[in-house]
């Protein structure tokens, strides 16, 4: 277990089941975790009532809230309670629900593939108003969640223009409101007559009712969710402020006179819905990522019933049903290839930028694109169970979970709050106690309450983490959690694994030494005759010559008379020829003397390559080198985590030889070889020992313990089942320039969230004393509520838009030259 960070016991649950909301198991004991959309989160504070309320249910396990995505996740016991009753406990909040995370969307992380089946007549009986609930399983449709209850989902957009028309009708009934003010006087220099004879607090009562009661009913409908879960948020601060300025100059006004400040609580209303709508049209941008990922997957497919091709919604394909996929259309759903040949650009999931051949039984990506030839494909997963969904469900996991700096805010949120409301009662006494009107006592108290709301404070983090995460998953590289994006800020060695990683995992031909004598074969005749016999094989030593062959686009040749001599090499009549390609057992047995070429191998053999003989009717004419093929990548990635002030390390399994060789190539700086599976989470250890934190990049399998053990695991090489990885970040693109590429987002979402928070917390302590009223005596400095709302709201502004400016982040990129690329194999004769 890592010392540094016991949560990784936790990460390591197999995330399939848990993603999709489905019970995965019905003993006690075991957790699932369901995404669900929570509409209505309007500010960041509002997230402690969902959570205060859902963590006190039965078998809730834990509760995360997000206001910029609104969605909760939930960690729960599947054999105490369900998604549904999950869903119904979210709409007890006040908030809205439909029991999914991406509602009415096919590529749903939470939809129940089962569920999802509904017939046209089910979806028509909603669509008319006929919407009974019906219990189908974990998750419900989202047709069956909007009749539940009476609520309807609310979108980001849709939100944002009800806060919009919040505001506007606010402003315009603010206006007259303070011109027949005495402050409105004051500033305009001239008197107004108010309709109808009305007294001008009369008048201002009237035009203020839809105002409170409609503009501003969104806090006190918030604050009494708020203390119905008995915690305290924003709205209650915004509630008391507006209620305490409306209700003192009702009492005024029907007491018979007297000075009232509607103006002041009509425009604290109107500024406050106006600084938020503007948030959140800022950070409404932070959740670009999941929206752009969801719009990959094509809303039609066409699927073939008696060998007629027919049009349907991608949401009623099943698996089973058989694809047809024409050239430049999209792939509906993840299957396998059963009849005709393509390439299938797959750069849009895997980040893999050149087509990929497809061929009967290959599999292909849902959401990727066929640039070639026609494909007839079997679905073999739908919905949430293709890898679009997965992946999305992982950036959600990823943007949902909180970090431990994010945790501390929220508690410290909790007791801003609270001293707002004792700090603005404070106040008011004790400008009562120094003679102030009553009038006065009561602005400067309720302009405390506003100016301390801890809206920023909450926004700071989450903010930061959607934007790093979304950033990080549109370059192929997903964070598993809040806290792997954090740790990675803070990495100081980097510790790669060689085969798979730094290397392609696949051998290649860096070596052509042909021998040096009068009649010495061009290297072009030695590869047309090698490959010849090597075609005939299925070793990857021999698929190695072969794909050398095709490369340098030599003559292609034909084999007969092929002979596999296990352990040794093969051998074959080629062009008249007797060619033998193999060992030095090999060589040995067919009475072949080496001469000089035994130096030239055993020099091959030192620095790490496999070393592979060719001989001719009898004769040693060459000897290939063959090594792992390093990725175009990795020299880059090296150089950019050196920018970076990491030290890197390369620990491998393989021998000391043939690690120096690509470590030498590289700029690796520590080499550590001959090293067993189980033996690598020990050397991660030691070098957290000497109080290093420590990143292990590596394939996800034979790396396992030291993925666990380090303080951030990074996954390499991840396909399509990426919600299974072991690690606490995975590399899509299997691109050894995305480890530095994570550590870039990783310090620069750090970095947004300290400047945000600090911003917060300057903020409120500068703020705090002015709106208290303790520079008016000596300096006349004072704020006025709907000014400090304006200040308030400027703030949390402020911190959504620093937190969107992460996406200006200069990212590593790929060198457009060739000088990192592994060199290229000698093309003339060397002996």
Same mark, same amino acid.
């Given at each position: 277990m890592n010392q540094h960070h016991p949560q990784h016991e936790q990460k390591r649950e197999h995330l399939v089941g848990q993603q999709t909301g489905q019970q995965t198991g019905g003993q006690k004991g075991q957790s699932a975790t369901a995404v669900l959309e929570v509409g209505g989160l309007h500010w960041a504070t509002s997230t402690n009532v969902a959570e205060a309320v859902l963590s006190r249910r039965p078998g809730v396990l834990a509760v995360a809230a997000n206001p910029v995505a609104q969605t909760a996740t939930v960690t729960y016991d599947p054999a105490t309670t369900t998604v549904a009753k999950l869903a119904d406990w979210v709409r007890d909040c006040g908030y809205h629900c439909n029991g999914a995370s991406v509602p009415n969307h096919l590529c749903d992380p939470m939809a129940d593939p089962i569920a999802a089946r509904h017939d046209t007549a089910h979806d028509m009986a909603h669509d008319e108003g006929h919407g009974a609930v019906h219990d189908v399983g974990p998750a419900m449709s989202p047709h069956d969640a909007m009749g539940h209850g009476g609520h309807g989902s609310m979108s980001m957009a849709e939100m944002v223009a009800d806060m919009r028309n919040r505001f506007v009708v606010a402003a315009l009934l603010s206006l007259p409101i303070m011109l027949f003010s005495p402050m409105g006087r004051d500033m305009f220099g001239f008197t107004v007559a108010t309709p109808f004879g009305l007294r001008d607090d009369v008048f201002a009562l009237l035009l203020s009712l839809p105002v409170v009661f409609y503009s501003g009913w969104i806090?006190?409908?918030?604050?009494?969710?708020?203390?119905?879960?008995? *915690?305290?948020?924003?709205?209650?601060?915004?509630?008391?402020?507006?209620?305490?300025?409306?209700?003192?100059?009702?009492?005024?006004?029907? *007491?018979?006179?007297?000075?009232?400040?509607?103006?002041?609580?009509? /425009?604290?209303?109107?500024?406050?819905?106006?600084?938020?709508?503007?948030? /959140?049209?800022?950070?409404?941008?932070?959740?670009?990522?999941?929206?752009?990922?969801?719009?990959?997957?094509?809303?039609?497919?066409?699927?073939?019933?008696?060998?007629?091709?027919?049009?349907?919604? *991608?949401?009623?394909?099943?698996?089973?049903?058989?694809?047809?996929?024409?050239?430049?259309?999209?792939?509906?759903?993840?299957?396998?290839?059963?009849?005709?040949?393509?390439?299938?650009?797959?750069? /849009?999931?895997?980040?893999?930028?050149?087509?990929?051949?497809?061929?009967?039984?290959?599999?292909?990506i849902g959401a990727t694109v066929n640039t070639t030839g026609t494909l007839r494909v079997r679905a073999s997963k739908v919905g949430s169970e293709t890898a679009l969904a997965q992946i999305v469900a992982l950036v959600q996991q990823a943007q949902n979970s909180k970090a431990p700096g994010q945790k501390l805010a929220d508690k410290a949120a909790f007791w801003l709050v609270f001293v707002a409301l004792i700090g603005g009662a404070a106040t008011f006494a004790v400008w009562l106690l120094a003679g102030a009107s009553v009038p006065t006592a009561l602005l400067f108290a309720i302009t405390v309450v506003v100016i301390t709301c801890p809206d920023a404070l909450g926004l700071a983090t989450p903010t930061a983490i959607m934007v790093g995460s979304g950033l990080g998953a549109k370059r192929g590289i997903l964070f598993k959690n809040a806290t792997a994006l954090e740790d990675a800020a803070r990495i100081e060695v980097v510790v790669m694994d060689k085969t798979g990683t730094l290397t392609k995992g696949e051998p290649e031909v860096t070596d052509v030494v042909t021998a040096k004598t009068p009649d010495a074969l061009a290297i072009q005749r030695v590869l047309a005759l090698a490959a010849a016999v090597e075609r005939e094989s299925e070793h990857p030593l021999a698929q190695a010559v072969a794909r050398a062959a095709d490369e340098e686009g030599v003559e292609v040749l034909r084999a007969v008379g092929f002979r596999n001599v296990p352990g040794h090499g093969a051998i074959a009549e080629v062009d008249g020829h007797r060619v033998a390609i193999g060992n030095r057992r090999l060589m040995d047995a067919e009475g072949v003397d080496l001469g000089a070429l035994t130096q030239r191998r055993e020099q091959l053999a030192a620095g790490g390559r496999t070393a592979v003989l060719v001989a001719v009717d009898g004769r040693a004419v060459a000897v290939l080198g063959i090594a792992d093929a390093v990725r175009p990548t990795s020299a880059a990635a090296v150089a950019a985590l050196h920018e970076a002030g990491a030290r890197v390390v390369m620990l491998t399994g393989d021998n000391e030889a043939t690690a120096r060789r690509i470590a030498d190539r590289l700029g690796i700086d520590t080499v550590i070889a001959e090293v067993l599976p189980e033996d690598k989470a020990h050397h991660i250890r030691r070098l957290q020992g000497e109080g290093r934190r420590v990143a292990h990049v590596g394939d996800g399998i034979n790396d396992a313990p030291a993925l666990a053990t380090a303080d951030v695991g990074i996954a390499i090489g991840a396909g399509t089942d990426v919600a299974i990885e072991t690690a606490d970040v995975v590399l899509m693109r299997s691109d050894p320039l995305d480890v530095p590429t994570a550590l870039t987002i990783g310090r620069g979402t750090r970095a947004k969230e300290v400047q945000s928070l600090w911003w917060a917390i300057l903020y409120n302590a500068a703020a705090l004393p002015i709106a208290a009223g303790v520079f008016e005596p000596a300096f006349g400095l004072t704020l006025r509520p709907e000014i400090a709302a304006l200040a308030m709201s400027g703030s949390s502004f402020i911190v959504a838009m620093n937190a969107l400016h992460l996406k200006r982040l200069r990212l590593p990129e790929s060198p457009p030259t060739t000088e990192t690329q592994p060199a290229p194999r000698p093309l003339q004769p060397t002996a």
């Open positions: 806090f006190f409908d918030g604050a009494w969710r708020a203390l119905r879960a008995k *915690t305290l948020d924003m709205m209650v601060l915004v509630a008391v402020a507006i209620a305490a300025g409306w209700l003192y100059s009702v009492g005024i006004t029907l *007491t018979g006179g007297g000075e009232v400040f509607y103006e002041a609580a009509t /425009m604290l209303t109107a500024f406050v819905l106006l600084g938020h709508w503007f948030e /959140m049209r800022a950070r409404g941008g932070a959740n670009d990522a999941i929206r752009t990922l969801l719009d990959l997957a094509p809303p039609k497919a066409l699927v073939l019933r008696d060998g007629e091709p027919f049009e349907v919604p *991608t949401s009623d394909v099943t698996v089973g049903d058989l694809l047809l996929v024409r050239p430049g259309a999209k792939i509906a759903v993840d299957g396998i290839v059963e009849d005709g040949e393509s390439e299938v650009d797959e750069s /849009m999931v895997t980040g893999e930028s050149l087509p990929v051949p497809k061929a009967p039984g290959d599999a292909v």
